[in-house]
């Protein structure tokens, strides 16, 4: 449960948008969006692989 503590005279914008912030972190929508829909254990390799693969080739440019 996320609890946003609203300061004294604190706009109710800027505390929303502090909780949309922390809810984003948490990465329960993301987990929600994954559990809907089943994905292929190789599509779901296939996804690492390509993740893997790009942050080589970043950590790869930076060491040039």
Known sequence: MLI???K????IDRAL?????????TGT???LQA????TKPSVERR???Q???YIQGLRD????
């Open 29 to 31: 929508k993301r987990q």
């Open 4 to 6: 946003i503590p609203i």
């Open 47 to 49: 996804a690492q692989i």
């Open 8 to 11: 004294e005279g604190e706009n």
């Open 35 to 38: 559990r809907k829909q089943f």
């Open 17 to 25: 948008k502090r909780f949309k912030r922390k809810f984003d972190k």
């Open 51 to 53: 993740k893997a693969q």
């Open 61 to 64: 440019a930076e060491d040039i």
